[in-house]
């Protein structure tokens, strides 16, 4: 995706976050994908993860920051989402200000702005459904940023945490298919002893899984069920894999 299109995909799922809020919004109501947590929990735990990126966005010269220095804690009451929006106007604010490719520091190190920009969008999107799954039925994520979402979660979280020790016995050598069904998206995962290696394009698998672009991000972050997918030959291989790349 695009920068624009990026931001696009950011503001879009931000907003609608907001939209839930109101005086019928049961914030102490559970949320399944986050055991322990609340939907004024996860909106809270949002409006810091923004906040944190606001504050490396702002670093000048660029410079990590620890997320227990900052001071704003979230209200624990139905102003969570006041507060939230607050966070919100700040961090559109400071992305749209200065060039995405200028340096900032992030929790993987030092990359530019567009990094943020990215992982926001798909860390907002995941929350989002969070949220409305648990008060009620929750829509998909747009197809294009979910595509996205899939590609970033191989780039970004699969090397860095990925248990490939839960591989190397019974699946090295193996390969998995993932293809989007209503936009461009294909993946084939490779899996060895010494880790996985995954490359964009069309080719076959011992298991392929196929599906809208949604489900299949969703999927992966362990916000839908297994079933959410078409899948052919080895299932055991993507059963194993979720269970092995759950974070």
């Given at each position: 995706?695009?920068?624009?299109?990026?931001?696009?995909?950011?503001?879009?799922?931000?907003?609608?976050?907001?939209?839930?809020?109101?005086?019928?919004?049961?914030?102490?109501?559970?949320?399944?994908a986050c055991p322990g947590w609340s939907v004024g929990r996860v909106v809270?735990?949002?409006?810091?993860?923004?906040?944190?990126?606001?504050?490396?966005?702002?670093?000048?010269?660029?410079?990590?920051?620890?997320?227990?220095?900052?001071?704003?804690?979230?209200?624990?009451?139905?102003?969570?989402?006041?507060?939230?929006?607050?966070?919100?106007?700040?961090?559109?604010?400071?992305?749209?200000?200065?060039?995405?490719?200028?340096?900032?520091?992030?929790?993987?190190?030092?990359?530019?702005?567009?990094?943020?920009?990215?992982?926001?969008?798909?860390?907002?999107?995941?929350?989002?459904?969070?949220?409305?799954?648990?008060?009620?039925?929750?829509?998909?994520?747009?197809?294009?940023?979910?595509?996205?979402?899939?590609?970033?979660?191989?780039?970004?979280?699969?090397?860095?945490?990925?248990?490939?020790?839960?591989?190397?016995?019974?699946?090295?050598?193996?390969t998995m298919h993932l293809h989007c069904t209503d936009v461009e998206g294909?993946?084939?995962?490779?899996?060895?002893?010494?880790?996985?290696?995954?490359?964009?394009?069309?080719?076959?698998?011992?298991?392929?899984?196929?599906?809208?672009?949604?489900?299949?991000?969703?999927?992966?972050?362990?916000?839908?069920?297994?079933?959410?997918?078409?899948?052919?030959?080895?299932?055991?291989?993507?059963?194993?894999?979720?269970?092995?790349?759950?974070?």
């Amino acid at each position: 995706m695009n920068d624009e299109a990026l931001l696009g995909s950011l503001r879009l799922e931000a907003a609608r976050v907001a939209a839930i809020s109101g005086s019928d919004v049961d914030i102490e109501q559970p949320v399944a994908a986050c055991p322990g947590w609340s939907v004024g929990r996860v909106v809270g735990h949002l409006g810091r993860v923004h906040r944190w990126a606001s504050a490396m966005l702002q670093a000048e010269p660029p410079v990590f920051i620890d997320p227990g220095e900052l001071e704003a804690r979230a209200p624990r009451d139905a102003t969570v989402f006041d507060w939230y929006r607050d966070g919100v106007a700040a961090l559109m604010g400071e992305l749209e200000r200065r060039d995405l490719g200028a340096p900032a520091f992030t929790w993987d190190g030092e990359h530019d702005r567009r990094w943020w920009l990215r992982r926001l969008a798909h860390e907002t999107a995941v929350h989002r459904f969070d949220v409305e799954h648990a008060l009620a039925s929750a829509s998909p994520v747009d197809a294009d940023a979910a595509a996205d979402g899939i590609a970033e979660f191989f780039e970004l979280f699969v090397p860095r945490r990925f248990d490939a020790a839960a591989f190397a016995d019974d699946y090295a050598g193996r390969t998995m298919h993932l293809h989007c069904t209503d936009v461009e998206g294909e993946w084939l995962i490779r899996f060895a002893d010494e880790g996985v290696a995954v490359e964009r394009v069309h080719a076959k698998g011992d298991v392929a899984v196929r599906g809208e672009a949604s489900d299949l991000f969703l999927v992966l972050w362990n916000r839908l069920p297994h079933d959410n997918y078409d899948v052919f030959g080895d299932t055991d291989i993507f059963d194993h894999f979720l269970d092995a790349a759950a974070f």
